[in-house]
């Protein structure tokens, strides 16, 4: 029995992708332009289980983000301004690949630009350029016309748990409402009475039949939103993975019954194939997973 291979540890650097890899145009020159494609990541508590780490999701990130900046595209994403997050991810990748004005959006929900500091606001803004904007949005997710007014004072986080919650689903609705396109990446699996928020993001696309692109291979919610369309992807599930959070439970479920009804993967709308869609879900390999993606993109475009 061979033994085990054993995990390379990635050499030291200031970026999150000590391996950067070259841009491969996968679309034609401008194959995206004026379309603009949402991102649904955060970190997957499967990624352990599947022996991944944190850097492979991110290299997979990179390349969806590069294939969307060649090709013309434009990227919406929901976050916030973390050092080291996926927004610090994009802003590399922006800088590199990023050929066009307002090539990235950062919306931020009501809740998390109260609690960024002017500084950290001027930082990306600055880094952003001609290239991106900063969305600040209102308590009913209504962009603000200007990203330095409508916050307290710095530190106060007076806001409750459900004002939060409220603001993050305006935030959502906001961005599916701007968007073309959306790709979903991990997902945690949020316990207590807080739905997923990939889940919310990808059902609000999907009930605008907006193309969605599920890259499963990293765990987490994505997975499961694929095994409801697909029950040959449960296999994909990491062993030890967490329990769906219970409020995704019965929406998962009706999204089954939709999938048995009205043919699985073809709820998707998103150019691609039964065979192509279960190797997205299936697949952590960055360069497959932009091919698979860039693939459909450009399929949908062409119709």
């Known amino acids: 029995m061979s033994s085990p291979a054993t995990p390379v540890t990635p050499p030291p650097s ?24 949402a991102l649904s990541v955060s970190d997957s508590e499967d990624l352990g289980a599947l022996g991944l780490l944190g850097t492979h999701l991110q290299l997979a990130l990179a390349e969806i983000a590069r294939v969307v900046f060649v090709s013309d595209g434009r990227l919406l994403y929901g976050g916030d301004l973390r050092p080291g997050g996926h927004t610090e991810l994009l802003l590399q990748e922006l800088t590199r690949y990023g050929r066009k004005r307002g090539a990235l959006s950062l919306c931020l929900a009501w809740n998390v630009h109260r609690r960024t500091s ?76 807080v739905m997923p928020g990939i889940v919310e993001e990808v059902l609000l696309s999907l009930e605008r039949r907006h193309p969605v692109y599920l890259a499963g291979g990293f765990g987490g919610t ?37 999938a048995a009804v009205s043919g699985g993967w073809r709820l998707l709308n998103n150019g691609l194939d039964d065979d192509e869609n279960r190797r997205l879900a299936a697949t952590h390999r960055p360069s497959e997973i932009a091919a698979l993606v860039a693939t459909g993109l450009g399929r949908v475009a062409r119709s």
């Open 118 to 193: 002017l500084a950290s606001l001027e930082t990306t803004d600055g880094r952003l350029g001609m290239r991106g904007q900063i969305v600040a949005l209102d308590a009913a997710g209504q962009p603000l016309a200007d990203w330095r007014l409508g916050r307290p004072a710095e530190g106060i986080d007076d806001l409750s748990a459900v004002q939060k919650e409220a603001a993050f689903n305006a935030m959502r609705t906001f961005v599916c409402a701007q968007e073309h396109a959306r790709v979903a990446i991990g997902g945690r699996r949020r316990g207590g009475d």
């Open 14 to 37: 200031s970026s999150p992708l000590p391996w950067p890899l070259p841009a491969r145009r996968l679309l034609p020159a401008g194959a995206l332009a004026g379309r603009a494609i």
């Open 222 to 258: 994505t997975i499961d939103i694929a095994a409801a369309l697909d029950p040959l992807c449960l296999t994909l599930k990491a062993p030890t993975a967490a329990a769906v959070a219970p409020r995704a439970v019965p929406v998962l479920a009706e999204l089954a019954r939709k």
